[in-house]
């Protein structure tokens, strides 16, 4: 669609999925584009755990905002505010200015539209320790820490003055969080400890360990009972413990302190348990959700409705031309998932509504996915396949496997991920480099 005038101002707060899709796919010659974020790249979270584990480049678990061709600006920042009346967003440079001496200076950017999709960030509940001693998983940077992490604990346990209970303790891996991040995480080390680690480290490898933590009664609350308990069958039977209703109290750098339990060692901690609010969805005057993750508000065309908006939204319930989606948002009275098949399906309906430049669209409806979870050894979960019925074994595997090249979004990633595969295959999994 061709455009007679000047381009609105379209700013875009986040680097997610959200803002990959519009970087990628908005009409630029209607907007002028900016993605402001503190992170230049958009990782392709389902893909992180197989990207740490050796099955393919880190590179090809992430996307650049940047792209030749991609006709919009990154801004290097975080967004502080957003002043709604005056149509701008207040924002601070994001950089180290400990470590470079570079101030983080704070600007302000005007709007015509307006797109928060900030994410999350990961929920420690506040456990003592956890931030300064536990892994997590949310970008490509936390995967790469989790290989040199695991190396690590593999050259220590290998010397000849570490004992075999030190060893023991050092490649003890404990996993807190039993959603489907959590486990399949645990299915990919797994896998590498059982093959290539035994090819690399045939002292050590036997001796690594797999502990996933959760305080519910079972792991993957999102399946049904037989799939949930086929999954703890199947981890158990390769080694992988699962404690459930399991409270951490505090952490320190060895030892988890477990409610009621007995004191256990580690060497690797991974905290994938939940999602909690940035301080931006925290401070703004807008409609938030209450209990739980906190999130913002929106009618089902993904406008922002008002602190004081009530059950039936109006016109004047709604702040003009700006939109919240992906993790950081909901749909009132919807309730919908923080996964990356959401923010998806949002961020095309919204540049679809945005590229028309009309309002009478219609509202936005989420079309169900089956839920797919990898848990090792060439076998997976299915919750809701197309004849309706609950499936696992390795078709459930193959569809897991299958979705990297639906979840990445360009030619370049996705050849990349079919040479890995064969490279793999033909040579093994190159993990001792980074």
Same mark, same amino acid.
């Given at each position: !669609?061709?455009?007679?005038?000047?381009?609105?101002?379209?700013?875009?707060?986040?680097?997610?999925?959200?803002?990959?899709?519009?970087?990628?796919?908005?009409?630029?010659?209607?907007?002028?584009?900016?993605?402001?974020?503190?992170?230049?790249?958009?990782?392709?979270?389902?893909?992180?755990?197989?990207?740490?584990?050796?099955?393919?480049?880190?590179?090809?678990?992430?996307?650049?905002?940047?792209?030749?061709?991609?006709?919009?600006?990154?801004?290097?920042?975080?967004?502080?505010?957003?002043?709604?009346?005056?149509?701008? =967003?207040?924002?601070?440079?994001?950089?180290?200015?400990?470590?470079?001496?570079?101030?983080?200076?704070?600007?302000?950017?005007?709007?015509?539209?307006?797109?928060?999709?900030?994410?999350?960030?990961?929920?420690?509940?506040?456990?003592? *320790?956890?931030?300064?001693?536990?892994?997590?998983?949310?970008?490509?940077?936390?995967?790469? +820490?989790?290989?040199?992490?695991?190396?690590?604990?593999?050259?220590?346990?290998?010397?000849?003055?570490?004992?075999?209970?030190?060893?023991? $303790?050092?490649?003890?891996?404990?996993?807190?969080?039993?959603?489907?991040?959590?486990?399949?995480?645990? +299915?990919?080390?797994?896998?590498? +400890?059982?093959?290539?680690?035994?090819?690399?480290?045939?002292?050590?490898?036997?001796?690594?360990?797999?502990?996933?933590?959760?305080?519910?009664?079972?792991?993957?609350?999102?399946?049904?009972?037989?799939?949930?308990?086929?999954?703890?069958?199947?981890?158990?039977?390769?080694?992988?413990?699962?404690?459930?209703?399991?409270?951490?109290?505090?952490?320190?750098?060895?030892?988890?302190?477990?409610?009621?339990?007995?004191?256990?060692?580690?060497?690797?901690?991974?905290?994938?348990? *939940?999602?909690?609010?940035?301080?931006?969805?925290?401070?703004?005057?807008?409609?938030?959700?209450?209990?739980?993750?906190?999130?913002?508000?929106?009618?089902?065309?993904?406008?922002?409705?008002?602190?004081?908006?009530?059950?039936?939204?109006?016109?004047?319930?709604?702040?003009?031309? =700006?939109?919240?989606?992906?993790?950081?948002?909901?749909?009132?009275?919807?309730?919908?998932?923080?996964?990356?098949?959401? $923010?998806?399906?949002? +961020?095309?309906?919204?540049?679809?509504?945005?590229?028309?430049?009309?309002?009478?669209?219609?509202?936005?409806?989420?079309?169900?996915?089956?839920?797919?979870?990898?848990?090792?050894?060439?076998?997976?979960?299915?919750?809701?396949?197309?004849?309706?019925?609950?499936?696992?074994?390795?078709?459930?595997?193959?569809?897991?496997?299958?979705?990297?090249?639906?979840?990445?979004?360009?030619?370049?990633?996705?050849?990349?991920?079919?040479?890995?595969?064969? !490279?793999?295959?033909?040579?093994?999994?190159?993990? !001792?480099?980074?």
């Amino acid at each position: !669609m061709a455009n007679d005038g000047p381009r609105e101002r379209l700013i875009v707060i986040g680097s997610g999925w959200v803002g990959l899709y519009i970087a990628q796919y908005i009409d630029t010659t209607i907007y002028s584009v900016s993605i402001v974020s503190p992170r230049r790249t958009s990782a392709y979270t389902p893909l992180l755990a197989s990207a740490a584990c050796g099955l393919f480049p880190f590179s090809l678990a992430e996307e650049s905002i940047r792209a030749k061709g991609r006709h919009c600006d990154f801004i290097k920042a975080n967004a502080m505010d957003v002043d709604f009346d005056a149509r701008q =967003v207040t924002c601070e440079a994001a950089f180290d200015e400990k470590t470079d001496g570079f101030p983080n200076r704070q600007f302000v950017l005007k709007y015509d539209k307006l797109v928060i999709c900030p994410g999350c960030q990961t929920n420690t509940f506040g456990t003592p *320790g956890v931030a300064e001693h536990a892994l997590f998983m949310k970008h490509v940077s936390d995967a790469m +820490a989790l290989r040199k992490k695991l190396f690590d604990q593999l050259e220590k346990a290998s010397l000849p003055c570490t004992p075999t209970e030190e060893a023991s $303790a050092l490649l003890h891996v404990a996993i807190v969080g039993g959603g489907p991040t959590g486990v399949e995480i645990t +299915a990919e080390l797994s896998d590498l +400890a059982q093959n290539e680690l035994k090819d690399f480290y045939p002292a050590v490898a036997p001796l690594i360990h797999i502990t996933i933590y959760d305080v519910a009664s079972h792991i993957l609350g999102s399946y049904d009972q037989r799939l949930y308990e086929y999954a703890t069958e199947k981890m158990a039977k390769r080694g992988v413990h699962v404690s459930t209703n399991t409270v951490i109290k505090k952490v320190d750098r060895t030892t988890l302190h477990l409610k009621d339990q007995e004191s256990v060692p580690y060497g690797i901690l991974l905290w994938v348990a *939940g999602n909690k609010s940035i301080p931006l969805v925290d401070t703004l005057n807008v409609k938030k959700t209450e209990g739980g993750l906190v999130r913002i508000l929106t009618d089902s065309r993904l406008r922002v409705q008002k602190s004081k908006s009530g059950l039936k939204t109006t016109p004047d319930d709604i702040y003009a031309n =700006v939109f919240a989606l992906g993790d950081a948002a909901d749909i009132e009275g919807q309730s919908l998932p923080t996964t990356a098949e959401v $923010a998806v399906q949002k +961020a095309k309906y919204l540049v679809r509504h945005l590229n028309r430049r009309h309002e009478d669209n219609k509202p936005f409806v989420f079309s169900t996915k089956r839920l797919v979870t990898y848990i090792g050894a060439h076998d997976g979960i299915i919750e809701g396949s197309a004849a309706g019925e609950a499936l696992s074994g390795q078709k459930a595997w193959l569809s897991w496997r299958s979705g990297s090249w639906t979840w990445t979004r360009t030619w370049r990633n996705w050849v990349g991920l079919l040479w890995a595969y064969v !490279m793999n295959f033909l040579f093994g999994r190159d993990v !001792m480099r980074l």
